[in-house]
């Protein structure tokens, strides 16, 4: 499975920003798709994640503000990111599992100023 982020960018705080990424490869292998992010001096940490029976999983840091997608013809997932704010400047990496592998994304910055 091959995974590529675009969308990434600088918005001021309050503003949205819609990151995508598209999935290739053993796409119908994929059991959970979704997003983490990594900011400076700080762990990888869970977005935002879909599973393929469709239940949702959100940090609550996001919760209210950010909304994940997936379209599983175009083999794509989305993450609508609303009332950004300074603390979620991060590079966004888009990540995807099956039974035996997880997959990673290279990453998008999403810079946020205030």
């Known amino acids: 499975v091959h995974l590529v982020e675009s969308g990434g960018g600088l918005v001021q705080a309050g503003g949205s920003l819609t990151l995508s990424c598209a999935a290739s490869?053993?796409?119908?292998?994929?059991?959970?798709i979704g997003w983490y992010r990594q900011a400076p001096g700080n762990q990888r940490e869970l977005v935002a994640v879909?599973?393929?029976?469709?239940?949702?999983n959100y940090a609550d840091a996001v919760k209210g503000r950010f909304t994940i997608s997936r379209d599983m013809v175009e083999n794509t997932v989305t993450l609508q990111m609303n009332s950004l704010s300074t603390e979620d400047t991060a590079v966004y990496y888009c990540y995807a599992k099956n039974l035996l592998y997880e997959y990673w994304g290279q990453g998008t910055q999403v810079t946020v100023s205030s």
């Open positions: 490869g053993s796409t119908f292998s994929i059991n959970a």
């Open positions: 879909t599973s393929s029976i469709g239940s949702t």
